[in-house]
């Protein structure tokens, strides 16, 4: 069985703050894909990484940032000098095959005020 | 632009009467398709796969009788919540990859559910 946990609920920080959103998966597979996915308030989800289980190499795209480590079974997302664009709910998701089956982690509120 | 398409974004409906919502993939072919559920606050969490041309494959826990899908063809697959209930309002959300997989995974735009 999979499973996605994204232990904090809510993150709150003041804009210029940087913030690490953490992800802890299970799987037995050892092919899979974790993936990360904004979702504002309008409810659609926007995606932000797609990763690989053989592809340990970390990421960073502008001010986001991705740290895999398959010792912890971590997968956290850190957004640098956060902004009040980047409020929204983000989940950590898994998938073990090529389809978009996805197993998401509950979700962390990300709240950034000016 | 969009590449899945969901139709209605929004739809409110009276309990006991059924409603249909529409995945559609707009620039390719996905012989499979998932729907997610999403109750105020809470993850997303997985309903059916929806294959084209046969039986959608339930999770556990998801009644069939009342959720039907139909994947008709390989552009289409709808899911029609039959006597809706208030406990049936939520946020649909589909998702598709083309024909062969390749790991790139489409997800619509959603459809809110009210039910009154």
């Known amino acids: 069985a999979q499973k996605v946990t994204q232990a904090q609920t809510e993150i709150s920080v003041v804009e210029k703050e940087d913030v690490t959103l953490d992800c802890v998966y299970e799987?037995?597979?050892?092919?899979?894909?974790l993936f990360w996915y904004k979702q504002p308030p309008s409810g659609e989800l926007v995606f932000l990484i797609r990763?690989?289980?053989?592809?340990?190499q970390n990421e960073i795209s502008g001010r986001y940032s991705w740290n895999f480590q398959k010792s912890t079974s971590s997968f956290n997302f850190t957004i640098t000098a956060s902004q009040v664009v980047d409020s929204a709910v983000y989940f950590c998701a898994l998938s073990t095959d090529s389809w978009g089956k996805f197993q998401f982690g509950a979700g962390t509120q990300v709240v950034v005020t000016p | 632009g969009a590449v899945v398409s969901q139709h209605p974004s929004w739809v409110i409906c009276k309990s006991g009467t059924s409603v249909k919502i529409e995945c559609r993939s707009l620039?390719?072919?996905?012989?499979?398709m998932f729907w997610y559920r999403q109750f105020p606050k809470q993850s997303l969490m997985l309903m059916a796969t929806s294959n084209e041309g046969s039986k959608a494959t339930y999770e556990q826990g998801v009644e069939k009788d009342k959720f039907l899908i139909n994947h008709a063809s390989l552009t289409l697959s709808t899911l029609t919540v039959t006597s809706a209930h208030p406990e049936d309002s939520s946020f649909y959300i589909c998702?598709?990859?083309?024909?062969?997989?390749?790991?790139?995974?489409?997800f619509g735009e959603g459809s809110w559910l009210t039910v009154v």
């Open positions: 620039d390719f072919q996905a012989t499979t």
């Open positions: 990763r690989n289980s053989f592809d340990e």
């Open positions: 998702s598709a990859s083309p024909r062969g997989g390749g790991n790139t995974i489409y």
């Open positions: 799987t037995r597979d050892t092919t899979y894909y």
